[in-house]
């Protein structure tokens, strides 16, 4: 079954969930316009701002911030990984090991790491997963790794934070 | 020095660096609008786009993404904390460990935890801070420790990825 099959058949609960699995997202093409934007909202430093002025910083061009990479990573989650009552991360480390260009195209590769069931609510576990961001030379541009709350079946409506 | 001082005067070389050093942000509140549009975006679950049904979820309620309580964080950190040649993320751990919501005011307080030379580029050292996001009750919405790169004294221009 491939994440394709999963999107449209069902979302899954902890017991559909197993070492190793493994999940692809479609390709987004980064929109300039939108890339820039992000930064003057949220980050507002002229190597993720203004093109001119990047070119003689540490990133010699301009980039994405790195939080804009997060961003699109997550929509890309969300599209690729149907979890039963939604994707609650718990936590999470991140790096990024090159920046996110302008027109860059990027996708998501995720692998479940680790599972445990949790100790004091038998009603669910914390599952591990590896989420990879790809450009389109195959470059990571992210490395993720989150923790997220996943209910086994019949237990996702209805529970408290 | 208080960082409205720094922020007025100068920007932070390394040698302006010391453990336990402390920079706070201005106050920001949330605009509601802006929290759901960027989960309409980035992180379309109905537990951060939809008041109504968000009442049956893990939330109870409507909540931001935590990748828009980072984004804000990343702003205030930009605004309070300035370091010669831009804040330049190598990778990070982040936690939430409760839900920013409509309305919130959030804060940022940020503190030097480590200071490392590097080994191989001697213009450079790489600065752990750890930035704690606080909403209007004093309740830490996030957790975030965070290494960045800041150059020596004159050494930032032209530096290179």
Redesign the interface.
């Known amino acids: 079954m491939n994440s394709e099959e999963i999107t449209k058949n069902h979302a899954l609960n902890l017991e559909d969930i197993y070492l190793g699995q493994k999940f692809f997202s479609d390709a987004y093409p980064i929109p300039k316009a939108e890339m820039v934007d992000?930064a003057r909202?949220?980050?507002?430093?002229?190597?993720h701002t203004d093109e001119n002025k990047a070119k003689?910083?540490?990133?010699?061009g301009i980039a994405a911030?790195?939080?804009y990479t997060?961003?699109?990573s997550?929509?890309l989650l969300?599209n690729s990984l149907p979890i039963i009552?939604?994707?609650?991360?718990?936590?999470?480390?991140?790096?990024?090991p090159?920046?996110t260009r302008e027109n860059d195209i990027l996708r998501l590769e995720t692998e479940v790491i680790a599972i445990r069931p949790s100790k004091s609510k038998p009603d669910r576990g914390i599952v591990s997963i590896q989420c990879l961001t790809y450009n389109q030379n195959d470059e990571i541009v992210q490395r993720l790794i989150s923790k997220i709350?996943v209910f086994k079946k019949n237990m996702?409506?209805?529970?408290?934070?």
């Open positions: 992000f909202k949220y980050d507002p430093q002229i190597f003689d910083t540490f990133f010699q911030s790195g939080w997060a961003s699109i997550m929509k969300v009552g939604g994707l609650i991360g718990a936590g999470c480390e991140v790096n990024w090159r920046p709350v996702a409506r209805n529970q408290k934070i």
